[in-house]
């Protein structure tokens, strides 16, 4: 999780990723981010998230993009 | 609920009215410049009844007067002509007539039947706008249309001269719900005079058929007025222009010949009603002024002496007072038109003359 | 039927009648017989193409969902007797038993767009190409017409089939359904491009009448008819002007235009889209939002966001993400991290797929260069606007001026003129020219010359000016409110009276004031005899 959370601060260093939720509704995020963020994720934790799964439940929050990259690892 | 519903009814109260005064407030108003748009609607002040019924283009309208008729014959007649009016428009103008009244004669200017198909957007304003409302009406908008245009326009003349809203005028204001009057049971008066100098000449056409459309609409109007014991009485108004070509002549003979109508054409009886072209037009030949119209209206009064049995209204005293005050303002006009001409060189009662 | 024409309003009004007096589970039935019948009547001999699409993509969806409930039940009954590779590789199979029909589908329905769309256009170049080498013209052009709204009904199916095959929507449970979605009229024209997880909860019904939730929506539809016929039509007259006689107005005149553009522009498109949304309301269903202030944004990318936001969105969710995370993208991006460094590596995946997407997007409004290079300026000033970022922060970290009015004012102002002067491309509708023409911007002399009376001879009179001023001041008060609340809940809220004279004035002035009709030219009335 602390990996997850190094590359979004890598991103935006401003932003306190541990608990916002709302990382794409308030577009902290946007997608140029996103790309980056999944190719970051793919580098680190060897995974590939689908276009499909880009969708907001799963950026809102360090914790539920934490949750996809399990759910993928599987 | 129900308050909701009077509330919009009210609303709806509110709002119809005011796109009633708005329409009111937005139609032009012709009551200067081109004036002739005026002249339809100037019917319906009539309270008598006309024994001759005009109608047709400005060749009725210009060259015959019916004051002159009155005080020569006691006639009582009535111009419903208008600009460019197309034989469909006269047609469902006499429909539209008989409603009120059964003439004796009516006189038709065949020089419409050139126009087998509608013309101008323009002049079929000029025409329809001033009908009352009527089935008559719809039935000559429809004749009249232009592919592009709109029977609600017509409705609803709102629609179509909204954008007047950035050239209102005082007349717009002054004459919103009545018109100043202009004419002399139908008949635009011009005194002034314009010799003719050149008649451009003849072209040749390709077809002198006079189209199918304009045989049909003929044909109604013989129905109509026989039907109605009507007699039809048709005319070419003697004009030097625009050509009213031999072909199309020997057409209209043929026509009278073969449903047993009249026809004269007024152009072969210029000498024979003393009618000089130097001093009887205001411009160069088209139209006959105050001078000529008259001389027409006292010829043409004849020929109808001879051929029917119009009464001779003038010792009828609700008549005589009714035309007694038509009579007083045809010549007051007269007069000021000549005290304009030698003021100001011009006649400048129609606000801007637009030739 | 144009929205805006006597027509349309009839079609609109005996509809409504009609749907709200039939019985409720006919209603969408209802929607679906005016939405072929309007369509038949703009495009009659084009609607095989709408057809074809229709049936295909929902058959197809068909397959692709029963492949889906197959895997998802084969994979719960299996589940302890399956090992994890087991799993994988039936997965891997039910996804190529899916592919040939998810990519059968795709190509029927975009090959259909392609050459409708683009065969001309095509030949054109292939006749340029050879002409450049000497040599005569090889084809000529094919006698083909564009279906009506193809563009955004073979997008809105895509995006159907799509979300099928990403298991994200269960589709349309009948034909008939389906078919409505695809052809829903209120949209065909000019969007919202809808996604059906979003519109089908709204577009079957059953619709009681809500005299609220149709008074709002007749609301809107007022609002979208007098933008468009008192702001857009009216300044439509002068654009067209400008744009038809550059030689004549170029150097300042350009910049006028472009500003008078990117106005009559949003008038048009929000103004029907407004009407489209509005008419959904009226009916009960809800449309998405397709302009969010637009006008408001700080950068273009934020413009983006704002303005044909379903389109976006589709771009976005379809080819942008795909592209950008496929595997080839990753490899290549790892690959250049290793080749050229972090720094390389990481902007490659955005700025190529940026450029594609917007190469797309370009091409998606029409088949000609100028649409692409459109396309392109606006990729390319994104990127620009990406890489100058660390420029930005260090920039706000040594004035603060981030919260400051006036740097707002600049910002938008700054979009504003960006957007517009890209929008030129589709103004003048010549590459070569709209570079020409953006040069003269900064070049000319006659800048002064825009004072002296020349405005006024576009076709617009003074009260002409006042009146799209009046009306885009208007628009100003509606979307400053509309950043905090909803304005028609607002005027809801107020007395009666106030609240129907509002709506009163609206319908009064829009009557009056609306650039519609014949207009009214005194000289042809004119009464000549010949």
């Given at each position: ?38 190719a ?7 995974v ?27 | 609920?129900?308050?909701k ?14 796109l ?12 200067s ?12 002040n ?45 047609y ?19 020089l ?30 429809n004749?009249?249309?232009?592919p ?62 006079f ?81 000529g ?53 011009e ?9 | ?123 054109y ?125 170029s ?24 009407i ?31 303005w ?40 490659l ?28 300026a ?153």
């Amino acid at each position: 999780m602390n990996d997850l959370i190094e590359i979004l601060e890598e991103l935006h260093a401003d932003v306190d990723f541990k608990n916002c939720v709302t990382l794409i509704d308030h577009n902290i995020l946007d997608s140029f981010d996103i790309i980056t963020l999944v190719a970051d994720i793919n580098s680190e934790f060897d995974v590939t998230i689908p276009a499909e799964e880009i969708i907001p439940e799963n950026f809102n929050s360090a914790k539920a993009l934490y949750a996809l990259v399990e759910r993928l690892m599987e | 609920m129900k308050k909701k519903i009077i509330l919009l009814s009210i609303s709806a109260i509110l709002l119809f009215g005011a796109l009633f005064l708005l329409e009111k407030l937005l139609m032009p108003k012709h009551v200067s410049g081109i004036v002739e748009g005026s002249l339809i609607e100037s019917y319906y002040n009539e309270k008598l009844k006309h024994d001759i019924l005009f109608v047709g283009d400005c060749e009725v309208y210009e060259n015959f007067s019916p004051v002159t008729l009155w005080e020569n014959y006691g006639y009582t007649s009535f111009i419903r002509g208008s600009a460019q009016q197309l034989i469909w428009q006269s047609y469902y103008l006499l429909e539209e007539t008989f409603e009120y009244e059964k003439p004796d004669v009516v006189v038709f200017n065949v020089l419409a039947m050139k126009y087998d198909t509608p013309q101008k957007e323009a002049y079929n304003r000029m025409t329809l706008d001033g009908m009352a409302f009527s089935k008559s009406k719809l039935e000559a908008i429809n004749a009249s249309m232009l592919p592009e245009e709109h029977m609600i326009d017509y409705i609803f003349p709102f629609l179509r001269y909204h954008s007047r809203w950035s050239s209102l005028t005082k007349d717009d204001f002054q004459y919103m719900f009545s018109k100043k009057p202009l004419f002399h049971n139908g008949y635009y008066m011009r005194v002034d005079v314009k010799p003719v100098e050149y008649i451009p000449k003849k072209k040749k056409l390709s077809n002198y058929e006079f189209g199918e459309f304009s045989y049909k609409y003929l044909e109604m109007m013989t129905n109509l007025c026989k039907e109605n014991g009507v007699e039809l009485v048709l005319i070419k108004s003697p004009t030097l222009y625009p050509v009213w070509y031999d072909e199309w002549d020997q057409q209209m003979i043929d026509y009278a010949k073969d449903h047993n109508l009249m026809y004269f054409n007024f152009i072969d009886h210029i000498e024979e009603a003393g009618i000089d072209f130097n001093t009887d037009t205001y411009d160069a030949g088209l139209h006959l002024n105050i001078t000529g119209a008259e001389k027409m209206s006292l010829y043409f009064g004849e020929i109808l002496k001879e051929q029917f049995d119009i009464i001779d209204r003038r010792n009828d005293p609700v008549y005589a007072e009714a035309w007694i005050e038509k009579s007083t303002f045809y010549y007051k006009m007269r007069d000021q038109q000549y005290h304009e001409l030698e003021t100001y060189g011009e006649i400048m009662m129609y606000g801007e003359v637009v030739k | 039927m144009l929205f805006t024409s006597y027509s349309f309003i009839v079609f609109i009004a005996v509809l409504f009648v009609l749907y709200y007096i039939i019985p409720k589970k006919y209603q969408w039935i209802l929607l679906l017989v005016a939405s072929y019948f309007f369509y038949g009547l703009m495009s009659i001999k084009y609607l095989g193409y709408i057809l074809v699409t229709t049936v295909t993509t929902f058959y197809a969806g068909r397959q692709l969902k029963r492949q889906n409930l197959y895997q998802k039940d084969y994979l719960k009954e299996h589940k302890a007797d399956m090992s994890r590779e087991d799993k994988k590789a039936f997965k891997e199979q039910i996804k190529k038993d899916k592919k040939i029909y998810f990519l059968a589908c795709i190509l029927v329905n975009f090959g259909i767009l392609a050459f409708t769309k683009y065969t001309n256009f095509v030949i054109y170049n292939v006749n340029h190409i050879s002409e450049m080498f000497g040599n005569d013209i090889v084809l000529s052009f094919w006698n083909i017409a564009l279906p009506m709204g193809i563009s955004f009904y073979t997008f809105k199916s895509m995006s159907y089939l799509i979300d099928i095959h990403r298991d994200k929507s269960q589709g349309a449970n009948s034909l008939f359904k389906f078919a409505l979605f695809v052809s829903f009229f209120p949209q065909i024209i000019q969007g919202p491009i809808s996604r059906f997880e979003h519109l089908s909860k709204t577009l079957y019904g059953p619709h009681t009448f809500d005299y609220d939730r149709v008074a709002f929506g007749l609301q809107r539809i007022l609002w979208g008819f007098f933008k468009k016929l008192v702001i857009a039509d009216r300044l439509l007259i002068a654009v067209n002007t400008l744009k038809n006689s550059p030689e004549q107005y170029s150097g300042g005149f350009v910049l006028v235009l472009m500003l008078m553009y990117s106005f009559e522009l949003y008038a048009d498109f929000t103004g029907g889209i407004d009407i489209a949304i509005g008419i959904g309301q009226v009916f009960g269903v809800t449309i998405e939002e397709n302009f969010n202030r637009p006008y408001f944004a700080k950068n273009i990318t934020d413009f983006w966001r704002r303005w044909h936001i379903t389109m976006g969105a589709w771009f976005r969710d379809y080819v942008f993400y795909p592209l950008s995370v496929s595997k080839r993208m990753l490899k290549l991006s790892k690959w250049a991290r290793k080749n050229f460094g972090d720094a390389i590596g990481r902007r490659l995946p955005v700025y190529i797929s940026t450029l594609i997407v917007w190469f797309t997007t370009g091409i998606w409004h029409g088949a000609s260069w100028n649409f692409i290079a459109w396309g392109l300026a606006n990729g390319i000033v994104i990127i620009i606007s990406l890489e100058l970022k660390p420029y930005y922060k260090w920039f706000h970290s040594k004035f603060n001026v981030a919260d400051k009015r006036v740097f707002h004012a600049f910002q938008i102002i700054r979009t504003v003129l960006l957007v517009s002067s890209i929008r030129l491309f589709d103004v003048y509708k010549n590459v070569p020219l709209t570079f020409k023409m953006l040069g003269s911007m900064f070049t000319a002399q006659n800048y002064s010359s825009l004072f002296n009376g020349s405005l006024l001879e576009l076709g617009l009179a003074m009260y002409d000016y006042v009146i799209v001023f009046g009306g885009l001041g208007v628009l100003l008060i509606v979307s400053l409110i509309q950043r905090k609340s909803n304005v028609r809940l607002q005027l809801a809220s107020k007395p009666v009276h106030i609240r129907h004279a509002a709506f009163l004035m609206l319908i009064l002035s829009l009557l009056v004031f609306g650039a519609y009709g014949a207009g009214y030219d005194a000289s042809q009335f004119i009464y000549n005899q010949f």
